[in-house]
């Protein structure tokens, strides 16, 4: 019953083993056995394919916002091959990336609410597939790259410009889109790296070092909390001095002066115009 159901269906109990998060029953012999068996003979080869194709995707993303954008071949003919081969790119992505992480959300959507598979969040009920953040991270990479294609400046400029604006991204009908554009592309990018995190399972000694470094996250979290308390509580308590001058700044800048000394980037130039204030030099030191 590890593999099979009794209807003969593969059977949830990896699923749930994975759930329960016991390590014990995790390193057992037989639970061991079943899903190297699962692994190798039925779920590596669909996984890596289906990771093969989204690092395509990647690279086509990457193309067309990161690296053809910056290069500049000199003659017109191989300028409009390049424009041509951006708007290629970017094409090739609102189809095949966005068309199909939309029908994909679109789909468990639906499945979830008619089932009733629903979570509350914030007093909202969302899909409870949801909480599994790479499900989460898919469904907000297809937000940015649906915003992209409505801020796409190449489209606004073929359909607001003149034939000498086609394909173009620089006219005066996207002038206030780039930035935005811009701030959504950057989103994309990053979501699409924290995606290839998944092909960590491909090396146990990758994987483990992923897991290990998420386990840590937590105490960065809650380290940068007590390092914020910390740096707050001086701030206000170096701007509420009577004799502090008035070129050290509010709390704001107090605090960024701190940061810098916590994490190693203060300027030593900085630590000579302290001598005129020995107070504020000695809570910099505490």
Known sequence: ???????????????????????????????????????????????????????FMLVVFVLSQSILRHLDLGTEVRSVLLRDSIFGCRCFIYIFSLGHGLAYHVKRTARSYRALELQHVGGVKVPSYLHDWQEAASLFLVFFLAMMLVLEPILHCMVRGNDAMLLQKRCDAS?????????????????????????SVISMRVSAYVLVCGKMLTEVWLFLFG???????????????????????????????????????????????MADEPIFKLIVFL
Request: aromatic residues 14%; glycine residues 6%.
């Open 175 to 199: 002038q206030g889109l780039l930035f935005p554009y811009s701030v959504m592309s950057t989103a994309a990018m990053l979501l699409y790296f924290a995606l290839l995190a998944d092909l």
């Open 1 to 55: 019953h590890l593999v099979v159901d009794a209807e003969g269906n593969f059977s949830p109990a990896i699923k749930w083993i994975t759930e329960n998060e016991d390590p014990k029953i995790v390193c057992h012999p037989i639970v061991s056995l079943v899903v190297d068996l699962v692994w190798d003979r039925v779920a590596f080869r669909k996984f890596l394919c289906g990771k093969l194709w989204f690092l």
């Open 227 to 273: 390092l914020t308390y910390f740096i707050l509580t001086f701030a206000c308590a170096v701007c509420s001095l009577g004799q502090i001058s008035d070129d050290i700044g509010g709390i704001h800048t107090v605090g960024f002066e701190l940061y810098k000394k916590a994490f190693s980037v203060y300027s030593l130039q900085g630590y000579d115009e």
